[in-house]
């Protein structure tokens, strides 16, 4: 299904800013008010989101099958899916992530480029793993984004639910993922321009709900972390980490 250039509206034709890439150690040093706010599972929305989590459907180990984020980020997520024109969802693809998928992830991406760039030295390897994939960490003052259940990942779809072409694949580890990356081209053909709408879209109707976006991955935006702080200019993060709520966790308070 193609929609026509009218159809996506304003938000299509106003490109995507250039920004440059976070400085990990100092977003680690911006202070975090911890909030108690709750996961809630995305899969409660109702329509035009969708949920397909995609790190479970890939069989990634210790992935769970349900896309959970904080109370807040919901529903932005629900105000997003219901500005976007009509024919066009919002299919969120991961939330809150264990911290055993994050080294998983990291791990993996870490060994790939490895393998085909021997000549990287650690150094290296860490910066271009570090460009798609945040260090696994835990620590209530540095916690990797999505371990704090105020990250997400998301793209759009049409009205048969389809993923629209975004101009490279969710997780695609290239520069063809940067969110600018199709506004830097020139003589775009036409699958490369539907695809820059469609960035474009989606760019500008998760800021308009308070998102900031991480600008090597078109997919990820960031609520209450501390790459919100950072890209926001927000003076403290509202979210450390947090783990999901269990029936083990239940009778501990209660005990």
């Not at 791990?107 to 910066?127: C, K, Q, S, V």
């Not at 945040?134 to 009205?159: F, K, Y």
């Not at 900031?212 to 972390?225: I, Q, R």
């Amino acid at each position: 299904m193609t929609l026509s250039d009218s159809h996506l509206g304003t938000w299509a034709k106003t490109p995507i800013p250039h920004l440059a890439e976070p400085c990990w150690e100092d977003l680690s040093r911006l202070p975090i008010e911890p909030s108690d706010e709750p996961l809630v599972p995305m899969s409660l929305a109702p329509e035009p989101v969708k949920v397909f989590p995609a790190y479970a459907r890939l069989g990634i180990p210790g992935a769970v099958p349900e896309c959970y984020v904080r109370e807040s980020v919901y529903r932005r997520l629900l105000a997003v899916a219901r500005a976007l024109p009509d024919g066009i969802g919002l299919v969120v693809l991961d939330g809150w992530r264990p911290w055993r998928v994050q080294q998983y992830l990291f791990d993996t991406l870490y060994e790939t480029i490895h393998t085909h760039h021997p000549e990287f030295d650690e150094a290296t390897l860490l910066e271009r793993t570090r460009e798609f994939v945040s260090v696994p960490s835990r620590d209530p003052l540095a916690p990797s984004p999505h371990l704090t259940g105020g990250a997400v990942d998301v793209t759009l779809c049409d009205a048969d639910g389809l993923m629209l072409d975004m101009g490279s694949l969710f997780d695609e580890a290239s520069p063809a993922s940067h969110s600018d990356y199709l506004e830097r081209l020139n003589d775009l053909d036409e699958r490369k321009r539907r695809a820059r709408d469609y960035r474009r879209l989606l760019y500008h109707a998760m800021c308009a709900q308070g998102f900031t976006n991480l600008p090597s991955e078109w997919w990820h935006y960031d609520y209450g972390d501390q790459l919100w702080t950072h890209y926001g200019g927000h003076a403290r993060a509202l979210y450390g980490p947090t783990e999901l709520d269990t029936i083990e966790s239940r009778w501990r308070r209660q005990l």
